[in-house]
């Protein structure tokens, strides 16, 4: 049921940092099952996955969000990947503000502008929490407060949006091999520390993110909301 061929067919589905990492990853996984995938975010040197359209959109702009949702006939699955992470630079007062804007607040946003369309297709939502969201982080404040903000943002959202029919989860990444961890992966000590403690004893891939995004989406997880789901190899439970 998670992944039968054309499951998002008719579908539109908007990812927001749709362009690179882990929401490049999602948006080519729906567009494989059939969705018409927009994929907004920063602009990218690699030509899009086949089904994916590419716009550009700043979700600390809430003017530039509201333009995006007016230009849209229908969403019906929302998948919020837009996030940075500036490591110790967060501990300066405007980093982490942004950090939080982006990360936490640009969430909201694009979720209250496209509340209404997936109000009408009875849609989802399906938020990028972290590991992070569940213990601290000493080098990334900003980025800690931000995905622990987020993953109750999303209970507090699936409770709000029930009554409309928008069941809203999130995914908890752990090390995932992307842009955003290269610095860990090319750390010989860290990176060795890192696979000492993740049971599966392999980096994640945004392929394995996105399929746990796909199952979220699908009807396999009707009946769930409010879920903060872990993909991280293990890391959380040793």
């Keep these: 049921m998670s992944f039968q061929a054309e ?138 407060a931000s995905k622990g903000g987020v993953a109750q943002l999303t209970k507090s959202l699936a409770i709000a949006y029930a009554e409309a029919g928008i069941r809203v989860n999130a995914v908890a990444p752990g090390w995932i091999a992307t842009p955003l961890t290269q610095a860990l992966q090319d750390d010989p000590v860290r990176a060795a520390r890192i696979m000492e403690r993740t049971p599966l004893k392999r980096w994640g891939t945004p392929a394995d993110v996105a399929q746990a995004v796909v199952f979220l989406c699908s009807p396999a997880a009707a009946f769930m909301t409010g879920v903060v789901m872990p993909v991280d190899g293990g890391y959380m439970v040793t």
């Design 7 to 144: 499951l998002f067919k008719g579908k539109v589905a908007v990812v927001t940092g749709g362009t690179q990492g882990l929401g490049r990853g999602v948006a080519e996984a729906l567009a494989r099952l059939g969705a018409h995938v927009i994929a907004v975010g920063l602009p990218s040197t690699e030509p899009p996955p086949a089904g994916v359209e590419v716009r550009a959109l700043d979700v600390t702009k809430a003017g530039d969000i509201a333009q995006f949702a007016a230009s849209l006939e229908r969403v019906d699955v929302l998948v919020n990947c837009a996030g940075v992470i500036f490591r110790q630079e967060e501990f300066k007062l405007p980093v982490f503000e942004r950090v939080l804007d982006i990360n936490l607040t640009g969430t909201m946003r694009v979720c209250e502008a496209l509340q209404p369309m997936l109000a009408r297709a009875q849609g989802c939502i399906v938020n990028t929490a972290s590991m992070l969201s569940f213990f601290g982080g000493g080098l990334v404040p900003a980025y800690s």
